[in-house]
């Protein structure tokens, strides 16, 4: 059966995006699995309201905050916690804004019913993409060495060898690009806002998701607070996406482990999406 999935997902590769914007639809499908009817019908009134196609559809509207970006809202989408592989400390800190100012300033406007419907349909928007970055391990981390005392920029600076995939694409020349495909499960292929290819991708990327994934347990999921999100990626950062050398070709064993630790991290954070819009919009 699995293998099965990898098939249909590499048919679709060419439709695939930018998490890529596959993945960020990924996640909005697996929450929107998951909303209550309260709440689906909440952010789908919210979403219709501002007349914005095609980001009227949850899984797209994942997409917009990329689509969208600007220089002044660039860090918006992630948070460097920076860590050296020696341990040894680093008085490097993030910026003061990040993603977890992000989400929690979004939040707080999506749960003021006294502000406008466009106004939430924004900070929605935001939410249904930050949610997803965060639950990024290269959104949340920064490798500081000698040679980079200022950090790696989220592996967007460590370079990874030429490597073949195990479903014949190369993988992408750096860290963080790799962890934005889900370390080879879905490439940013698509033109921005050609979004339909990509939604086909994203359904099957979300089905195979929820097949290979761990399921996360009671407590994983109660995990409300922002900040503890991206300390589980930093974690994951160092135990798992960091485990190789600069320049060096992946292993497979590499590949194995990083895109399960990916699709872990897709399931968790559509799961956890749900639960934010059913908490807020939902009762």
């Keep these: 059966m699995k293998s099965v999935w990898l098939l249909l997902l590499a048919l679709c590769a060419p439709f695939a995006s930018a998490w890529n914007g596959e993945v960020h639809m990924a996640i909005a499908e697996i929450a929107l ?7 689906s019908a909440e952010v789908q009134r919210l979403l219709n309201c501002d007349n914005q196609p095609p980001y009227d559809d949850m899984l797209i509207a994942a997409t917009w905050a ?3 970006r600007k220089q002044y809202n660039a860090a918006w989408h992630y948070i460097n916690l920076h860590f050296r592989k020696d341990g040894r400390p680093t008085a490097n800190r993030p910026a003061k ?29 935001y939410l249904l993409h930050f949610i997803g970055d965060i639950h990024q391990p290269l959104h949340c981390a920064a490798l500081d060495t000698d040679e980079r005392k200022t950090g790696d920029r989220g ?3 460590f370079k990874i060898g030429d490597t073949t995939l195990p479903n014949g694409r190369r993988a992408p020349k750096n860290l963080h690009a790799l962890w934005d495909s889900a370390v080879g499960l879905a490439f940013d292929t698509r ?15 979300a089905k195979y998701v929820e097949h290979n994934a761990a399921r996360p347990s009671r407590n994983d999921l109660r995990v409300e607070d922002p900040s503890m999100w991206a300390q589980e990626g930093v974690n994951i950062a160092r135990s798992t996406a960091y485990d190789l050398d600069e320049g060096q070709p992946l292993t497979a064993d590499y590949v194995r482990k990083g895109q399960q630790a990916a699709m872990d991290r897709i399931e968790l954070a559509g799961l956890r999406l749900a639960r934010f819009l059913n908490g807020l919009l939902g009762r």
Excluded: F, M, Q
Excluded at 33 to 39: C, I, M, S
Excluded at 193 to 201: L, N, Q, V
């Design 33 to 39: 699995e998951n909303l209550n009817p309260k709440a």
């Design 66 to 68: 990329d689509d969208t």
């Design 97 to 125: 804004e990040n993603v977890v100012t992000a989400i929690a300033k979004y939040r707080a406007v999506l749960a003021d019913r006294a502000n406008s419907d466009p106004e939430r349909a924004e900070a929605l928007r």
């Design 155 to 157: 592996g967007n600076l």
């Design 191 to 205: 033109k921005k806002d050609a979004h339909e290819g990509s939604r086909r991708a994203a359904l099957l990327l």
